[in-house]
C-alpha cells in the first residue's frame, strides 16, 4: 500500500477482554515499530521487529502484550485481558531499514483501544 | 541506555516569527540519528527533518532547521517564519548505531497565534 496501514481505527472493548491490533507497513519495509500514546503523552516505545525477529520487546509493559510479525510484513499486537490502564492510542510505524541513515519511520495513523 | 528530553511542555510564537524547541539527547553510541516529528491534532506523525551524528552541516529543510551541537548532545529544531498551521506537538527522536530502537522525548506544544 501507499502507506503504513493499521486497522481497526478505533476499538473499543470491555474489560478482560483480548484485543489483536493490526499492522500493515509500507511494502519492503524491514523494520516496524509499536509504540503506545495515552492522551497528551509521547510516544512509549513497545517493541520493533527486524524482518520477522524482535531484537527488542523490553517496552512491552506486561506479560499481557505480544507481537509478532509474519512474513516480513503484516504485524499483530496482541492485548489479553485488558485492563482500563491499556487505553491508548497504539501506533505502528516502518522504516525501510535499521541504521542510522535517513532511514525516518513513517507512521500508521493509529488505533485509539477503549478499555470500559 | 538512550534517552531524549525535552524541556518545553509548551510554548508560544507569534505568527511570522522564528521559534527554537529544544532537545537533548543521552547515548553512548558514536553513530546515530536525530529525527523531528509534527503531530496535529489530527494525531498524524509527520516526519521533518533528519541529522545524523556525522553530519558535519546542520541539516535544514525549507522553514525547518536542525541547530545541531554535538559536543553538547542538543539538536533543537528551529522553524523560521512561524504559520497559523504549525500549531501541533512536536517530538524528538533518536535511533541509536544499532539501527534499532526508536526513541522518542515527551515533546513540545507549540502554538503559534495570530
Redesign the interface.
Known sequence: GAGVSQSPSNKVTEKGKDVELRCDPISGHTALYWYRQSLGQGLEFLIYFQGNSAPDKSGLPSDRFSAERTGGSVSTLTIQRTQQEDSAVYLCASSPRLGTGDTEAFFGQGTRLTVV | AQKITQTQPGMFVQEKEAVTLDCTYDTSDQ???L?W?KQPSS???I?LI?Q??YDEQNATEGRYSLNFQKARKSANLVISASQLGDSAMY?C?M?????????????TELSVKP
Do not use: H, P, T, V
Open positions: 553513530s546515530y540519528g529525527f516529528y494525531g498524524e506523525m516526519f533528519y545524523g551524528s517530538f527522536a535511533r541509536g548505531n544499532q539501527g534499532g530502537k526508536l526513541i522518542f522525548g515527551q515533546g
